[in-house]
């Protein structure tokens, strides 16, 4: 919005002919037709006019008019006025009754060179600062819009505006019209708070505000954020607002990454080496305390910024703690942090990512002290506290080992320090450990015997999947006396999978356990006549193994044709019988087959006597 301002014409002196006025900055004065008898000189600019419109309205013209009468045309010089020839340009067609238009982008300059000027109502009625205060409060403070973009204008007369209190009521009404907007934004139609609208309105509220203050400069953006939380704007607001911003002024800095390590320490652009310092330390110093209100992608982004600009060391170890503080949510590719150090040590930085897992793990110890109950697991992966998170943890610590195990300048004392780091309980499976300790030993193949021992011994044997195992056994880079281990290991499965014991596969292997640590199968034998039997031994067990397979799926399929046919059976039975009942019914004889019927049958037959014939 603009709003068209002009002097009183009365003032202005009568001219003889018909000619447009003009602002020009040089000899023809305001007027084409009218002698000018004044020069003004604003920052080496020169400006032909009149003295009776400009004494009209300015005290300080006046006053050093006064001061030179005795030059004929007088010459007056400004030095230092506010917004420049431009501001006086504009207020020179105010005292000639120009109309012009104000504008946020030229208000705030107008308002301090009219003070400069001293165009006060005591001097005049409706005088130039009371015109430029009318428009600030009825149209720049009334829009949030508006006063950032009087507030951004401010940039270049901070001082004098500052002392006008155009900054501090720019900065006010910002603060206010966001936090009305938030708090009209965050209730739900029916009046309480819903999740799923509250998270949807902080959305759009911040996007209607939040680019509009990137265009601030830092110190002021700083203020307006300082203004906007103590007035209580959400946290989720201010760190989206963090977020845009820094990816708004970090973006020219962020695509070369890394080639700007240089060109930022060479002399042409130690300035902005400068500024990009400033901004990145104090947007990390205005980061909320929470955690979860900026996602941890950002807080790596702004770290790896911040080892590029060389800022101080609390400000990259503030951001080190909060990226501790929600580790869980990071990913491989965040942990993968160059090294900019010209010492050419590693390929990644991997100091740093020790220090984030340590303040992790603290942060985990302190809150399982802090609680008087146990930390229980829990299905919240969000808590560090939880076992799974650090679970979680400890499989992506294993995946950053693998990715930078093939760097051939990365230390042994590094690598077991990083793996080290978890509780026995992180690691359900050492697979993941023991793909990174494989990729190392194979990039590292000069390391002696005593340190690849040192290494394996970050792996549970009895933590290996049976696919890890199988190719253990064949790995020529493991040490002798870990093959060994893990191939009895392997054994013992194989035998308690054939006996079904789970007992006896404990007490098994806690037993060959203690013999291979008190070295009992090494007196007997040599470690290399142990691997070959042992080999040996093993292979045998698995042919067993796929023949009791091979018969039980023999016997199974035996079992279920035999069942078939029995069922087959014991239908034509049941035919039969029954056939043979109702022909039974029929037969007038089939009493005689039975015991009863014969025994019947016996007693009522009546055979004759066999009489003996004699002589007598």
């Not at 009776?52 to 007088?74: C, G, H, M, Q, Y």
């Not at 030229?106 to 009219?114: D, G, K, S």
């Not at 807080?299 to 501790?324: M, Q, S, Y």
């Not at 194979?442 to 792996?459: F, N, Q, V, Y």
């Amino acid at each position: 919005m603009t709003m068209t301002a002009s002097a009183d014409k009365s003032s202005v002196p009568k001219r003889t002919s018909n000619s447009v006025l003009t602002a020009k900055r040089t000899g023809e004065g305001m007027y084409s037709d009218v002698q000018n008898d004044v020069i003004i000189q604003v920052d080496g600019v020169a400006f032909a006019l009149h003295k009776f419109p400009l004494v009209s309205r300015s005290r300080r013209i006046r006053t050093l008019l006064a001061e030179k009468r005795d030059l004929d045309p007088s010459q007056i010089e400004l030095p230092s006025l506010p917004g420049g020839a431009e501001a006086f340009e504009l207020a020179a067609k105010f005292c000639y009754g120009i109309k012009f238009e104000i504008t946020t982008s030229n208000v705030a300059c107008l308002r301090c060179a009219a003070d400069y000027l001293e165009m006060a109502e005591d001097y005049k009625e409706g005088n130039l600062i009371a015109l430029t205060e009318a428009y600030l409060n009825e149209v720049v403070l009334q829009s949030l819009e508006r006063s950032v973009e009087v507030l951004h204008s401010c940039e270049t007369i901070l001082q004098i505006s500052e002392e006008m209190k155009i900054v501090s009521r720019c900065i006010d009404a910002i603060a206010s019209k966001a936090c009305n907007k938030q708090m009209g934004s965050s209730l739900s139609p029916l009046g309480y708070k819903s999740s799923h609208f509250n998270t949807h309105s902080q959305k759009t509220t911040a996007e209607w505000w939040v680019e509009d203050l990137s265009i601030l400069r830092i110190d002021l953006f700083q203020r307006v954020l300082a203004a906007m939380r103590s007035r209580g704007l959400q946290n989720e607001s201010i760190g989206g607002a963090l977020l845009y911003y820094a990816q708004r002024s970090l973006k020219s800095l962020n695509k070369k990454q890394g080639h700007l390590e240089s060109s930022l320490h060479s002399k042409s652009n130690a300035s902005l080496e400068h500024e990009q310092r400033i901004l990145v330390e104090t947007i990390v110093s205005l980061l909320p305390i929470e955690k979860a209100n900026v996602p941890v992608s950002f807080l790596f982004g702004l770290l790896r910024t911040a080892i590029i600009l060389d800022t101080t060391v609390a400000c990259r170890l503030d951001l080190e703690r909060r990226i501790g503080l929600q580790l869980e949510q990071a990913t491989l590719d965040d942990l993968l942090i160059p090294s900019f150090s010209n010492a050419g040590d590693t390929l990644f930085d991997v100091d740093i990512v020790h220090r984030v897992l340590v303040n992790f793990l603290q942060q985990e110890e302190n809150q399982e002290f802090l609680s008087s109950y146990p930390v229980y697991e829990s299905d919240d992966l969000a808590s560090p506290g939880s076992k799974r998170s650090i679970t979680r943890i400890a499989k992506l610590t294993d995946m950053y080992l693998a990715e930078i195990a093939a760097d051939v300048n990365l230390k042994v004392s590094k690598f077991i320090t990083l793996a080290e780091l978890f509780p026995d309980y992180a690691r359900a499976v050492d697979d993941g450990l023991y793909r990174a300790v494989d990729i190392y030993l194979k990039a590292h193949p000069t390391l002696s015997e005593l340190e690849r021992k040192k290494i394996c011994k970050l792996m549970d044997c009895q933590k290996l999947s049976q696919e890890a195992c199988t190719h253990a056994a064949q790995n020529e880079r493991l040490p002798v006396q870990f093959v060994v281990q893990v191939l009895y290991f392997e054994q013992l499965r194989l035998r308690n999978a054939m006996a079904g014991s789970y007992a006896e596969e404990h007490s098994t292997q806690c037993y060959t356990a203690q013999r291979i640590n008190t070295g009992a199968l090494s007196d007997l034998t040599s470690p290399k006549d142990n691997y070959a039997s042992l080999r040996h031994e093993n292979q045998e067990l698995k042919l067993e193994v796929t023949r009791m397979r091979m018969r039980m799926n023999d016997l199974e399929s035996k079992h279920a044709n035999m069942k078939q046919d029995m069922e087959k059976t014991s239908t034509t039975n049941k035919f039969l019988n029954s056939v043979s009942k109702k022909l039974g019914k029929i037969n007038p004889f089939s009493r005689v087959g039975s015991k009863d019927g014969n025994s019947k049958l016996r007693s009522d037959v009546k055979f004759p006597k066999r009489r003996r014939h004699s002589i007598s």
